[in-house]
């Protein structure tokens, strides 16, 4: 005989349910089944499942212990012992667990099946939960527990049915500790990239407003937009659904105790990348074409952006690949249509906007429509199918625009008219490096071993994978620093003292949004559509367009332009209108004393008027906050790119210790095995550089900032960047999509650490700022800042060391980078004596 013992509990210090299995039987001397249980390290106790409520929890962790096999001789009976137990996550409420148990399956397929014991007594122990729903033949029960007796040998030898054992258990829990496991819908991964898109699109429309001249920047913000909102519809159709079985609750994106996560747990249709890598870039290359001649793109322009779609139908059509005829009717139907919207604005009257943007309008239509139909061929969408010859070139053939339209922007960037040559050079240089993965991946070939397997040192086989699909970090990563290299050199084209700085401002708030979305590491469609990832960039980008107000570039252009003898003159002018504003303040408390004594009425008025606030327009504390802007809001007679590399270099100096420590202790959030060329050191560099893109954006622009003291610009700009270092962290934090051991101290500690850094960061920065204002004045510090008031050195010194501490602390504790979930202790001989064992 044996027995089956099945213990349902409560974990008190993990807060979960726990069901373990004892089994405990014997077996003969020299039987095949005791030498099969010798040989493979396990015996044969039936299978049993647990539901609640109905479907198949995620199980948080499970214990075993090694097989234990007991002969006192030779010739003896041996005795086997195993255990097992699992977790269920934690969840708190009504539980409702469901136990179904069959000794039998399984021992009648093993050899030496008839050695196991013919009856097995199964019993199921869950004190404090109510019984419900007991199938099959009960031998006894008792309050907390229930007996089966099963006979197999009977059972084997009847037709119909096999016996099943079951029971329903019931118990109310609560837990004071968040849940560890949640199902995530599609919707979800959808609204969070629609608010992301968002607020890309909202800078992007600022940018394209300002490109476009001011004649039209109301159409072109509104076209900006409405074609951002495009994607979102797309993203519907393309985002990936989430992987889980129909009993499942828990789909991980990325696990975030791997230093590189699995990505085939994400990957987006081939839809959505096409869109990434044709139609925007083919749009963002006609847009560049009117920035620089002021008219439409031309009809060669269209044509070319048009053919490579159908030609890469027709390439795979020579590859073999065999389209589906209904995919050229609706090819055909799409045609005429975009042809007719194109021909559609020649009965307008000459000069109207739409008569001229009428073709571009047509092949954007048919560019939209193809590239729907080719994102849903079996080379583009489906996965494992082996890409050469023709199919490869129809796949890279769709994948130019992104470096065509990079290497467009050089002309704008540099400010000069390119030669041919430089730009084909350029085009293909910057083609082959998003390409060169892909490409090598098939000229490599796999490598095999003698029975066909591939090996596992084929460095290149994890990249054959379709590139639209499976293939998204690296080209991603390619556009975000060739993005921010050619911002960071269109500031330097324009950050001479004397210029007049023609769009810089939009494209400061790009900069700042590039920041944000490497604030964590690789910027993509697995980040994006993290929820806390997501809502941070639509926060940037609104804060953005708050902390570079629209049109400042314009209003505070001269602020920009002062020299430093002009900056000399105007800390003077403020600091002579404060101290009379400050004197008269002082007569007005001492004047009633002295009008009681010796003093006239005429005297103390000559003096009144005397000690007024120089100027004539608006009340003397407008004149007064005039002044103290024109002093401390210039560059101290700086160009703006040497005040945007000061102001880098001094906030990544002070973002040092935990920028190092971040680089040392966790990877990257968002990476993927997709990763050639050492990707992730890559996003880490990019994570440890941000901060100073955050000290670029105050230097350069820091006459244009919000705020009207080095402090207070320093305030805004710390507000805007709060939710790109606040709320990622929270998603990593409680979020049990994203990390093991959701915890709200874990958030608290993790929240106010990368919040704490901030602080440290932008306070000091300001008190930098207003430092070298005041030495490039030729002034001492204290005559800016009175360190006689107590509130001036408080306010700013309390904050610092708050911020410090704080952050200090949290960078020691380690706690808030990768939480990660504790395995188990190792289960003891003693079932009752070990801690972790389920209690009633």
Same mark, same amino acid.
């Given at each position: 005989?044996?027995?089956?013992?099945?213990?349902?509990?409560?974990?008190?210090?993990?807060?979960?349910?726990?069901?373990?299995?004892?089994?405990?039987?014997?077996?003969?001397?020299?039987?095949?089944?005791?030498?099969?249980?010798?040989?493979?390290?396990?015996?044969?106790?039936?299978?049993?499942?647990?539901?609640?409520?109905?479907?198949?929890?995620?199980?948080?962790?499970?214990?075993?212990?090694?097989?234990?096999?007991?002969?006192?001789?030779?010739?003896?009976?041996?005795?086997?012992?195993?255990?097992?137990?699992?977790?269920?996550?934690?969840?708190?409420?009504?539980?409702?667990?469901?136990?179904?148990?069959?000794?039998?399956?399984?021992?009648?397929?093993?050899?030496?099946?008839?050695?196991?014991?013919?009856?097995?007594?199964?019993?199921?122990?869950?004190?404090?939960?109510?019984?419900?729903?007991?199938?099959?033949?009960?031998?006894?029960?008792?309050?907390?527990?229930?007996?089966?007796?099963?006979?197999?040998?009977?059972?084997?030898?009847?037709?119909?049915?096999?016996?099943?054992?079951?029971?329903?258990?019931?118990?109310?829990?609560?837990?004071?500790?968040?849940?560890?496991?949640?199902?995530?819908?599609?919707?979800?991964?959808?609204?969070?990239?629609?608010?992301?898109?968002?607020?890309?699109?909202?800078?992007?429309?600022?940018?394209?407003?300002?490109?476009?001249?001011?004649?039209?920047?109301?159409?072109?913000?509104?076209?900006?937009?409405?074609?951002?909102?495009?994607?979102?519809?797309?993203?519907?159709?393309?985002?990936?659904?989430?992987?889980?079985?129909?009993?499942?609750?828990?789909?991980?994106?990325?696990?975030?105790?791997?230093?590189?996560?699995?990505?085939?747990?994400?990957?987006?249709?081939?839809?959505?990348?096409?869109?990434?890598?044709?139609?925007?870039?083919?749009?963002?290359?006609?847009?560049?074409?009117?920035?620089?001649?002021?008219?439409?793109?031309?009809?060669?322009?269209?044509?070319?952006?048009?053919?490579?779609?159908?030609?890469?139908?027709?390439?795979?059509?020579?590859?073999?690949?065999?389209?589906?005829?209904?995919?050229?009717?609706?090819? =055909? #139907? *799409?045609?005429?249509? $975009? !042809? +007719?919207?194109? &021909?559609?604005?020649?009965? /307008? @009257?000459?000069?109207?906007?739409?008569?001229?943007?009428?073709?571009?309008?047509?092949?954007?239509?048919?560019?939209?429509?193809?590239?729907?139909?080719?994102?849903?061929?079996?080379?583009?969408?489906?996965?494992?199918?082996?890409?050469?010859?023709?199919?490869?070139?129809?796949?890279?053939?769709?994948?130019?625009? =992104? #470096? *065509?339209?990079?290497? $467009? !922007? +050089?002309?704008? &960037?540099?400010?000069?008219? /390119? @030669?041919?040559?430089?730009?084909?050079?350029?085009?293909?240089?910057?083609?082959?490096?998003?390409?060169?993965?892909?490409?090598?991946?098939?000229?490599?070939?796999?490598?095999?071993?003698?029975?066909?397997?591939?090996?596992?040192?084929?460095?290149?086989?994890?990249?054959?994978?379709?590139?639209?699909?499976?293939?998204? #970090?690296?080209?991603?990563?390619?556009?975000?620093?060739?993005?921010?290299?050619?911002?960071?050199?269109?500031?330097?084209?324009?950050?001479?003292?004397?210029?007049?700085?023609?769009?810089?401002?939009?494209?400061?708030?790009?900069?700042?949004?590039?920041?944000?979305?490497?604030?964590?590491?690789?910027?993509?469609?697995?980040?994006?559509?993290?929820?806390?990832?997501?809502?941070?960039?639509?926060?940037?980008?609104? #804060?953005?367009?708050?902390?570079?107000?629209?049109?400042?570039?314009?209003?505070?252009?001269?602020?920009?332009?002062?020299?430093?003898?002009?900056?000399?003159?105007?800390?003077?002018?403020?600091?002579?209108?404060?101290?009379?504003?400050?004197?008269?303040?002082?007569?007005?408390?001492?004047?009633?004393?002295?009008?009681?004594?010796?003093?006239?009425?005429?005297?103390?008025?000559?003096?009144?008027?005397?000690?007024?606030?120089?100027?004539?327009?608006?009340?003397?504390?407008?004149?007064?906050?005039?002044?103290?802007?024109?002093?401390?809001?210039?560059?101290?007679?700086?160009?703006?790119?040497?005040?945007?590399?000061?102001?880098?270099?001094?906030?990544?100096?002070?973002?040092?210790?935990?920028?190092?420590?971040?680089?040392?202790?966790?990877?990257?959030?968002?990476?993927?095995?997709?990763?050639?060329?050492?990707?992730?050191?890559?996003?880490?560099?990019?994570?440890?550089?941000?901060?100073?893109?955050?000290?670029?954006?105050?230097?350069?622009?820091?006459?244009?900032?919000?705020?009207?003291?080095?402090?207070?610009?320093?305030?805004?700009?710390?507000?805007?960047?709060?939710?790109?270092?606040?709320?990622?962290?929270?998603?990593?934090?409680?979020?049990?999509?994203?990390?093991?051991?959701?915890?709200?101290?874990?958030?608290?500690?993790?929240?106010?650490?990368?919040?704490?850094?901030?602080?440290?960061?932008?306070?000091?920065?300001?008190?930098?700022?207003?430092?070298?204002?005041?030495?490039?004045?030729?002034?001492?510090?204290?005559?800016?800042?009175?360190?006689?008031?107590?509130?001036?050195?408080?306010?700013?010194?309390?904050?610092?060391?708050?911020?410090?501490?704080?952050?200090?602390?949290?960078?020691?504790?380690?706690?808030?980078?990768?939480?990660?979930?504790?395995?188990?202790?190792?289960?003891?001989?003693?079932?009752?004596?070990?801690?972790?064992?389920?209690?009633?």
């Amino acid at each position: 005989m044996g027995t089956i013992t099945m213990r349902v509990g409560w974990d008190r210090s993990r807060q979960e349910v726990v069901v373990s299995r004892s089994c405990s039987y014997t077996l003969p001397a020299r039987s095949s089944a005791l030498a099969q249980v010798r040989k493979n390290g396990y015996g044969h106790c039936g299978t049993f499942g647990v539901y609640r409520n109905g479907k198949v929890p995620y199980f948080d962790g499970n214990r075993t212990r090694p097989l234990r096999v007991t002969q006192r001789s030779a010739d003896a009976p041996a005795l086997v012992q195993s255990f097992y137990a699992v977790n269920l996550d934690r969840k708190s409420g009504e539980q409702k667990l469901r136990l179904p148990l069959c000794p039998l399956s399984g021992m009648e397929m093993t050899s030496g099946g008839s050695d196991y014991p013919a009856v097995w007594l199964v019993t199921v122990s869950a004190p404090k939960w109510s019984f419900t729903g007991i199938l099959g033949p009960v031998e006894s029960q008792s309050q907390g527990s229930v007996t089966w007796r099963v006979d197999t040998a009977t059972a084997a030898g009847k037709k119909g049915p096999p016996i099943k054992c079951s029971v329903d258990l019931t118990r109310t829990v609560k837990t004071t500790r968040l849940p560890r496991a949640r199902h995530q819908t599609r919707s979800e991964l959808l609204i969070s990239f629609a608010v992301a898109v968002g607020g890309i699109g909202a800078v992007a429309a600022a940018l394209v407003a300002k490109l476009a001249g001011p004649a039209v920047p109301r159409r072109w913000g509104k076209a900006g937009l409405m074609f951002a909102a495009a994607l979102c519809p797309c993203a519907l159709v393309a985002l990936p659904i989430p992987l889980v079985q129909p009993g499942d609750t828990r789909l991980n994106l990325f696990d975030t105790s791997l230093p590189i996560p699995p990505a085939y747990l994400w990957t987006p249709q081939a839809v959505l990348g096409l869109w990434l890598w044709y139609v925007l870039p083919v749009s963002a290359w006609w847009f560049t074409h009117r920035v620089l001649t002021g008219r439409p793109p031309p009809g060669r322009t269209l044509v070319a952006s048009c053919v490579p779609p159908l030609l890469s139908l027709a390439l795979m059509s020579a590859g073999g690949t065999v389209l589906n005829t209904s995919l050229w009717i609706r090819l =055909a #139907a *799409a045609a005429p249509l $975009s !042809l +007719l919207l194109a &021909v559609a604005g020649q009965v /307008l @009257k000459k000069g109207a906007a739409a008569r001229r943007w009428a073709p571009t309008a047509g092949a954007l239509l048919w560019t939209i429509l193809v590239t729907y139909e080719l994102g849903r061929t079996p080379v583009i969408a489906l996965e494992g199918l082996r890409v050469t010859g023709w199919n490869a070139a129809a796949v890279l053939i769709c994948t130019w625009p =992104a #470096a *065509a339209w990079l290497g $467009s !922007l +050089l002309a704008p &960037v540099s400010r000069r008219t /390119l @030669k041919p040559v430089v730009r084909v050079t350029c085009f293909l240089l910057l083609w082959g490096t998003m390409m060169a993965p892909f490409v090598m991946a098939y000229l490599a070939g796999s490598r095999y071993d003698m029975y066909g397997n591939q090996l596992e040192d084929d460095y290149w086989g994890r990249y054959r994978v379709p590139l639209f699909t499976g293939y998204t #970090a690296w080209p991603f990563f390619v556009m975000t620093v060739c993005g921010i290299s050619l911002q960071i050199a269109y500031l330097w084209r324009r950050g001479a003292l004397g210029d007049t700085g023609r769009a810089v401002e939009p494209v400061g708030r790009v900069l700042l949004l590039c920041a944000a979305l490497t604030a964590f590491g690789a910027p993509n469609l697995r980040t994006l559509t993290m929820w806390g990832e997501g809502l941070a960039v639509f926060l940037v980008a609104i #804060a953005s367009l708050i902390l570079l107000p629209l049109g400042s570039d314009g209003s505070l252009a001269r602020l920009r332009r002062v020299s430093r003898r002009g900056h000399a003159r105007f800390m003077d002018r403020w600091l002579t209108t404060q101290l009379i504003w400050d004197t008269r303040a002082d007569f007005q408390r001492s004047a009633r004393s002295a009008l009681a004594e010796d003093m006239t009425v005429s005297d103390f008025s000559d003096r009144w008027r005397g000690l007024a606030v120089p100027g004539r327009h608006d009340d003397p504390e407008s004149r007064l906050r005039r002044a103290k802007r024109f002093a401390l809001g210039t560059n101290a007679g700086r160009s703006p790119w040497a005040a945007g590399l000061a102001g880098a270099a001094c906030a990544q100096l002070l973002a040092l210790p935990w920028a190092v420590y971040k680089a040392a202790t966790s990877g990257t959030v968002g990476a993927d095995y997709f990763m050639p060329f050492h990707l992730d050191v890559m996003f880490q560099v990019l994570r440890f550089t941000h901060w100073a893109l955050y000290g670029f954006v105050y230097g350069y622009f820091y006459a244009m900032l919000r705020g009207l003291t080095p402090v207070g610009k320093a305030a805004w700009l710390m507000l805007a960047i709060l939710p790109a270092e606040v709320l990622p962290m929270a998603t990593l934090t409680v979020d049990p999509q994203y990390t093991r051991d959701p915890s709200v101290s874990d958030l608290v500690t993790g929240c106010a650490g990368v919040a704490g850094q901030a602080l440290v960061l932008c306070m000091l920065l300001g008190l930098w700022w207003e430092w070298s204002l005041a030495r490039a004045a030729g002034m001492k510090w204290s005559q800016v800042r009175n360190f006689r008031r107590l509130s001036s050195i408080t306010v700013p010194a309390g904050t610092v060391l708050v911020a410090g501490a704080t952050a200090f602390a949290t960078t020691i504790a380690g706690t808030w980078a990768q939480p990660e979930l504790k395995p188990p202790g190792d289960v003891q001989s003693s079932p009752s004596a070990h801690p972790s064992e389920p209690a009633p």
